[in-house]
C-alpha cells in the first residue's frame, strides 16, 4: 500500500482506539505507534532504551512558606519588572480575580489574547512543527527515544502493578504531544522562556483537552529544573493555573527539554463494549 492508504487506516483506527473508555497497555502501544506512523514521526530503529530524568515540579515544592509580603515582592519583581514585556500575555492567562496575580496585574473579564506572529511582543505563534531538516530530525529521534523507554517498561503479572500504571500514564503524555519546537545551539534563557510562554498561551488560547508540547534545548546550558520551577511552575500557580491545566516537566538526558501537557485529565477506567470491526 502507498503511503497515503497506510495513513488513512491508521487515522480510522486512531479514531476507533481512542473512543474506548477503557485505557490497557495494549491498545495504548497500538495507538502510540499507530499515530506516530501517521505523523510520520517514528523512523525503523533499534530499540534502546535511554536514561532519562523526567522532573514534575513537586506541589509542595510551589507552595513552600513564604510570607504574603515575600510572595507580592517576587510576584512584582517577576511580572512588573523582569519580564514587563510580557504582561499583555499574563494578564490575558489569568483564571479569575482569586489568583495571587490579580494583585499585581488586575484583573478583567477579557478574553483569551489572540497572539499575531506580526506583533512586536516577545511572545509569538510559533509553527506547531519546526520546518528544518536538522530540526525535524532531532524531534523524530525524540520521539523514537520516548516510545523505545515506554517498550522498555517491564510487562508485570497483576492488575494493579506499577509498570502498566507508569506506562499508561507516560503513555497518554506520549500521545498529546502535538506541538514541537526546536531551541537553536547555545540558546539564551530569554529564547527559552519566550518560547515556553508563547506555547503556553497558544495551548490555552485553543483550550483543548489532552493536548501538548515539547521545547526541545539542544546545547543549552542552564539548569531546566531549576528554570522550569521558577520561570514557569511558580508563575503558573500566582496565574491560577494548576498542574491540573498546565503541567510542566523537565527532561534531563539524551535530548534535554520542556514538557508541557494541557488538561491531561483521570485516566478512563470504566469498562466498554465490543469493539466495532475495523475491517470490513
Not at 507552595?63 to 517577576?78: G, I, L, N, R, V
Not at 497518554?172 to 498561551?201: D, K, M, N, Y
Not at 521545547?215 to 522550569?228: A, H, M, N, S, V
Request: glycine fraction near 8%; charge should be negative; include cysteine.
Amino acid at each position: 500500500r502507498d503511503r497515503s492508504s497506510i495513513s488513512t487506516i491508521c487515522e480510522v483506527a486512531i479514531v476507533h482506539i481512542s473512543s474506548m473508555s477503557l485505557i490497557t497497555r495494549t491498545n495504548l502501544t497500538l495507538l502510540i505507534a499507530l499515530t506516530a506512523t501517521t505523523h510520520g514521526f517514528i523512523s525503523i530503529a533499534s530499540i534502546q532504551r535511554q536514561q532519562r530524568t523526567n522532573t514534575h515540579t513537586p506541589a509542595a515544592a510551589l507552595h513552600a512558606y513564604a510570607s504574603p509580603e515575600d510572595t507580592e515582592e517576587k510576584m512584582t519583581q517577576f511580572f512588573k519588572s523582569k519580564y514587563a514585556e510580557y504582561e499583555p500575555l499574563f494578564k490575558s492567562l489569568l483564571m479569575d480575580e482569586t489568583a495571587e496575580a490579580s494583585k499585581i496585574l488586575g484583573h478583567d473579564e477579557a478574553t483569551m489574547i489572540q497572539i499575531d506572529p506580526n506583533d512586536d511582543s516577545p511572545w509569538t505563534q510559533l509553527d506547531p512543527i519546526p520546518s528544518g531538516e536538522d530540526e525535524k530530525l532531532l524531534v523524530s529521534s525524540f520521539i523514537d527515544d520516548m516510545h523505545s523507554i515506554l517498550l522498555g517498561i517491564p510487562v508485570e503479572d497483576g492488575e494493579d502493578n506499577k509498570s502498566d500504571q507508569l506506562f499508561i500514564e507516560e503513555g497518554r503524555r506520549l500521545l498529546c504531544l502535538g506541538r514541537f519546537q526546536v531551541l537553536p545551539q547555545g540558546a539564551t534563557e530569554a529564547e527559552l522562556f519566550r518560547h515556553c510562554w508563547s506555547e503556553i498561551g497558544e495551548l490555552r488560547r485553543a483550550d483543548e483537552d489532552k493536548t501538548g508540547s515539547v521545547i526541545l534545548t539542544p546545547g543549552y546550558e542552564g539548569d531546566l529544573r531549576e528554570f522550569c520551577k521558577e520561570n514557569l511552575s511558580v508563575p503558573l500557580k500566582w496565574l491560577g493555573i494548576g498542574a491540573e491545566c498546565v503541567e510542566v516537566t523537565s527532561m534531563d538526558g539524551g535530548k534535554p527539554g520542556i514538557r508541557l501537557i494541557h488538561k491531561l485529565g483521570e485516566v478512563p477506567t470504566d469498562s466498554y463494549g465490543e469493539p466495532v470491526p475495523l475491517f470490513g
